[in-house]
């Protein structure tokens, strides 16, 4: 299995209500957190990988779908609250909300 796919999968394990973090997902696959990034940036299938689950590890939301504010920061967002993340000052309390992969 390639890393890219492995850090996909891994992705889709993170359930609704809950977020991970780059550095997390890192740790979760072997590979880097820059690494995860760059996979999150060129995945093909967001609604099968759901990538705006994957926030810094500060617990600041940014990045989605290649850009670094504005309008797609403002979808990953909605797509955050829809699924029931609270985001205060762009930023999410990772301490009820963060995903532990076993």
Known sequence: MSKSLEVLELL??????????YGSLARAAKTSPRAVGQIM????????????KVIASSGKVHGYAGCMKGKHVEKKIRLLKKDGIGIR????????CLHKFE
């Open 89 to 96: 000052n762009g930023r999410i309390d990772l301490s009820y």
């Open 12 to 21: 889709r394990k993170v359930p609704k209500g809950k977020i991970t973090t």
């Open 41 to 52: 940036r060129q995945n093909p299938f967001p609604d099968k990988y759901p990538c705006y």
